[in-house]
């Protein structure tokens, strides 16, 4: 899956999935924006790091604008963006209505901002693709609830088959991945427990719980050429946790 000679904006690229991703499309050739409200981590090869709120319109403007200033184009986009509050991301009769709020701009309005300022430009580069991260909790609810933090992920999915629907014509496809438990700083409360992380591999099929790359290879899957016929998809990455009956 070669990405020589074409530009990819990461929103959410300060760490976890979205560094892996954007990484990894580096080392295959890509050139990269990469957006997050975190200072830049340390990364080689070809680049731009941007610091910013992806909730602001102007800072997400202006970074598609400096991409394409930069490398000439913008061909892919990636919505890596999002935050897990358990403290604070309760039942919507408990938690307070700022935090929800809070959580559905940072999870989905940044979505559409990116995607709302990136399809212009992959329609002047002739077409291109977006994946989105979504989560299988957008599947089902969850008796500790995280209710805003659902509905921005199951949003998302409809979003995604809007965009994917809207801009087929103009050769832009839009996909989701959903992925399960996955160690990433997301997950920081897994970190260092063996035993707990042995428990929960224990209800994955698959017997281990996924990572970053697990997660980075199915989107630069969907990205590129290979996936040319896939567009309005959703692809879980769970190790076969939704399967179960």
């Given at each position: ?92 009769v408990e938690m307070d209505m700022d935090v929800w709020d809070r959580v559905l701009a940072i999870n989905l309005k940044s979505f559409a901002l990116t995607a ?20 299988t909790q957008a599947l089902r609810g969850d008796a500790k609830a995280q209710d805003a933090y659902g509905a921005a992920k199951g949003a998302i999915r409809s ?52 990572t970053t790359q697990d997660q980075a290879n199915a989107v630069l899957f969907l990205l590129s050429d290979k996936a040319s016929y896939i567009t309005g998809a ?12």
């Amino acid at each position: 899956m070669s990405f020589t000679g074409k530009v990819a904006l990461v929103a959410g690229a300060g760490g976890g999935m979205g560094l892996n991703i954007a990484s990894d499309l580096i080392a295959e050739g890509a050139a990269v924006t990469m957006l997050d409200v975190k200072p830049a981590p340390e990364i080689a090869g070809r680049h731009l790091y941007l610091q910013g709120d992806v909730t602001d319109e102007a800072f997400v403007r202006d970074g598609v604008a400096k991409t394409v200033a930069a490398f000439g184009r913008l061909d892919y986009l990636v919505n890596a963006t999002g935050v897990l509050w358990f403290d604070r991301d309760k039942s919507l009769v408990e938690m307070d209505m700022d935090v929800w709020d809070r959580v559905l701009a940072i999870n989905l309005k940044s979505f559409a901002l990116t995607a709302r300022h990136a399809i212009p430009e992959m329609r002047k580069a002739g077409g291109g693709a977006m994946v989105h991260i979504s989560s299988t909790q957008a599947l089902r609810g969850d008796a500790k609830a995280q209710d805003a933090y659902g509905a921005a992920k199951g949003a998302i999915r409809s979003l995604s088959k809007s965009i994917a629907i809207q801009f087929a014509k103009d050769r832009i496809r839009s996909n989701v991945i959903l992925p399960g438990g996955t160690l990433s700083p997301m997950q920081a409360r897994w970190e260092g427990k063996t035993e707990l992380q042995a428990a929960i591999a224990g209800h994955i099929p698959l017997g281990r719980i996924g990572t970053t790359q697990d997660q980075a290879n199915a989107v630069l899957f969907l990205l590129s050429d290979k996936a040319s016929y896939i567009t309005g998809a959703e692809l879980i990455v769970d190790g076969g946790v939704t399967a179960l009956p």
